[in-house]
């Protein structure tokens, strides 16, 4: 994969401004099986129930994209937060996500890698109604599950309110705790598929992998409805690319190729089917137990402050702070007690 390069065009009036080179056609996508390895709460609107849709003729679970989107996003952040820059600076993660309020003063440090991967967006710091946003890179699909939401869940009945000495009794209100309902959980053990799809040529190798620790990173997790510390395992189906996107990157197409009506489907007979059928739609792929060994490459290289990784990551560091200063505000800003910040010149990436 080619890396994109900033470049400047001159409009009317003279004024310049520094954009993103126009994507080319290039899609990229890395399938995904997400495991169920303790009970997890997926909610529709009513509290209690669980969200689902039918789907490849069953009714199964759907797990919204920013239930696992949140989690590496946040993953992200506390990578870029541990790497620092030669003033032992921190490379990123510095505002909270969409709650940023940006102005030419601090674009260069709220925007960062993290904000380029999976998206952002701030208001304008000085109260006018703009409102600065990036594109995420990368798009997630909803989740689905392989088995029916029938043999997916399970129902536990709560009682809410109870006192410390262990009996129902509010004595605010003197009387008995009214909280009492019905949760309904996704059982461990089952199966969800979901894609992560890059469209155009966008990615540079340093997005990409950190995109991939992220993942990694974040291997098993529990999200904000987890009822437990960990309860969710992720599972990469290797990483495939082509010129144009194929109709398989669609959960319903992922389902057709592992649905064979098995009570309790096993991981790697489905990361080997959805393995076959991305390969045979896409000219190019990786398989998955490559991406596992580039993966846990990477994770040892972040665990061990390697070198090359915080090389990588530091030139992309300048790259963005370069690109988000020049596109939302123009011109270039040099940063508090440093002399001007200049991007290296990316070298062309090597195919795949």
Not at 4 to 11: D, G, K, L
Not at 88 to 96: A, E, W
Not at 100 to 120: E, H, I, K, Q
Not at 236 to 245: D, F, H, K, N, S
């Amino acid at each position: 994969m080619t890396q994109s390069v900033a470049q400047e065009i001159t409009f009317k009036k003279d004024a310049k401004h520094t954009i993103p080179r126009l994507a080319e056609a290039q899609v990229v996508v890395i399938p995904l099986i997400r495991e169920a390895i303790a009970p997890l709460l997926v909610r529709n609107n009513d509290a209690d129930d669980v969200t689902d849709l039918v789907l490849a003729g069953k009714n199964r679970i759907l797990m919204i994209a920013s239930k696992t989107k949140g989690v590496e996003r946040r993953v992200g952040s506390r990578i870029l937060r541990a790497l620092t820059n030669a003033e032992g600076q921190s490379l990123g993660g510095r505002y909270p996500a969409n709650k940023t309020m940006l102005s030419a003063d601090n674009v260069r440090d709220a925007y960062d890698l993290n904000t380029f991967v999976f998206g952002d967006s701030a208001k304008d710091a000085k109260g006018d109604k703009a409102i600065y946003s990036v594109h995420a890179a990368v798009l997630y699909s909803d989740a689905m599950s392989i088995q029916p939401r029938a043999k997916s869940i399970y129902e536990q009945f709560r009682h809410g309110g109870i006192a410390e000495d262990g009996g129902s009794f509010d004595a605010e209100n003197s009387g008995a705790s009214s909280n009492i309902f019905t949760t309904r959980y996704v059982k461990p053990g089952t199966l969800f598929v979901q894609s992560l799809v890059i469209p155009g040529n966008r990615l540079t190798r340093a997005a990409l992998d950190h995109l991939l620790l992220a993942i990694g990173s974040a291997g098993a997790y529990g999200g904000q409805t987890a009822i437990t510390g960990t309860n969710l395992r992720t599972h990469a189906c290797g990483i495939y690319w082509g010129r144009l996107e194929r109709e398989i990157n669609a959960p319903l197409r992922m389902l057709e190729q592992v649905d064979d009506d098995t009570a309790a489907p096993k991981v790697e007979t489905v990361r080997d089917r959805l393995a076959a059928a991305f390969a045979n739609a896409y000219p190019h792929g990786c398989a998955p137990t490559d991406l596992d060994g580039y993966i846990l490459e990477l994770m040892q290289a972040f665990e061990q402050d390697d070198a090359d990784l915080l090389d990588r990551y530091r030139t992309a560091s300048i790259q963005l702070a370069d690109l988000y200063q020049g596109w939302f505000f123009g011109g270039e800003k040099t940063p508090k007690g440093k002399g001007k910040a200049k991007a290296k010149t990316p070298a062309p990436a090597d195919e795949g």
